[in-house]
């Protein structure tokens, strides 16, 4: 059995003002490994999807780590190798310093190859179009104004949790807009939470989460940037609102570190984003730790394109998850990839009458023939 790779480069842009408080984005870059096998024609897809700002990687080295697992393929990497399942995966790839990203490409990839080259990277209900994840409206840093107007449009869409941006507005108008929620909205029963994206600084962290949580708020992402395990401790042990993990779990890949620094901090929660933290195998154990030491956590997508975003909820979906996840339908892009994923009533699924790109077009050759 031999196997033959490519990559290629695809850039997608926003259809709005995606700010947070670390700045505004027009743009997104992202990198496709198709994986083929030769005797069959069957062909896995994976997407590296590096995120400016966040993810330790630069574009370049994405693109060199890309460019030599090409060539390890082209040069019988695979032959001979278990590539069905993710211990196996890395396994296979262990010791050879990859980002995250491109972690999470070769895992996607390989396991959409075993799959059948059918966009199923996890079998289960979700990737078969049997059944959806409950997810949260992201609301997105913007005037005043069209901050309340996004709320209003998410609570009519069917959201019942909300996960709204702060940071970048005048703290004050970020509790207008949650007084705003809670007096229209109170009988819904609206489950708010927050991404601070580290924007509170250390000396004013706690008064704020004490303001806010006159709100009734769920939990508040990351209220002070990362590797300051000391401040981010004491604001766990004295925050009215829960604190979850986000940034903080970056780049951390050794587990005993993992281990020391959940013990050390003691969130309630761990956001994890498979793109960010190693890939899905890596965020496998760190639902393992998180578990073990009884912390909460829920998956992320990272403004992966529709293709990322597939995989990383039907990772998700192999997990018993009750509360709702973060998973959007990748319709941020003005120039996504054609996808079956949609929302409806506020749950992320495959619509079994929607196709992804290419798929019509397929089809309509298998009935010529």
């Given at each position: 059995m031999s196997f033959q790779a490519e990559f290629?480069?695809?850039t997608f842009h926003f259809g709005f003002d995606a700010r947070t408080s670390r700045g505004q984005m027009r743009e997104r870059h992202c990198w496709f490994l198709k994986i083929k096998n030769s005797e069959t024609g069957v062909e896995g897809i994976g997407e590296a999807a590096p995120l400016p700002g966040l993810s330790p990687e630069t574009n370049e080295e994405v693109e060199q780590q890309l460019e030599s697992v090409v060539s390890k393929v082209n040069s019988g990497w695979l032959e001979g190798k278990g590539i069905g399942s993710l211990d196996a995966i890395n396994r296979l790839h262990s010791?050879?310093?990859?980002?995250?990203?491109?972690?999470?490409?070769?895992?996607t990839a390989l396991l959409d190859l075993s799959n059948g080259g059918s966009k199923i990277i996890f079998d289960n209900s979700f990737a078969r179009r049997e059944s959806g994840l409950m997810t949260n409206g992201l609301i997105w840093i913007g005037g005043?104004?069209?901050m309340l107007q996004q709320v209003s449009t998410k609570i009519y869409d069917g959201f019942t949790t909300?996960?709204?941006?702060?940071?970048?507005?005048?703290?004050e108008k970020e509790i207008d807009i949650l007084q705003y929620i809670r007096r229209k909205y109170f009988?819904?029963?609206?489950?708010?939470r927050l991404d601070a994206n580290g924007a509170f600084k250390a000396n004013d962290a706690l008064y704020k989460l004490n303001e806010l949580a006159k709100w009734d708020i769920h939990s508040i992402e990351q209220p002070v940037m990362a590797d300051q395990p000391e401040v981010m401790a004491e604001l766990c042990s004295k925050s009215p609102v829960p604190i979850a993990l986000d940034e903080e779990l970056i780049g951390i890949n050794d587990h005993q570190k993992r281990s020391d620094l959940l013990k050390a901090i003691s969130p309630k929660f761990l956001i994890l984003k498979p793109s960010l933290l190693g890939g899905f195998y890596s965020c496998?154990?760190?639902i393992e730790l998180a578990e073990s030491q009884g912390i909460g956590w829920w998956i992320t997508s990272a403004l992966e394109s529709s293709l990322g975003l597939n995989?990383?909820?039907?990772?998700?979906?192999?997990?018993?998850?009750s509360i709702p996840q973060g998973l959007g339908t990748g319709q941020i892009y003005t120039d996504n990839i054609e996808n079956p994923l949609e929302i409806v009533k506020g749950e992320l699924k495959l619509s079994p009458k929607l196709f992804w790109e290419g798929e019509r077009k397929e089809e309509a050759e298998e009935d010529i023939v």
């Open positions: 290629s480069k695809r010791g050879m310093l990859l980002s995250s990203s491109v972690v999470c490409a070769i895992e005043l104004d069209g909300l996960k709204i941006k702060i940071g970048s507005l005048d703290f009988r819904e029963n609206i489950i708010i496998q154990k760190w995989a990383v909820a039907q990772f998700t979906a192999q997990y018993p998850v």
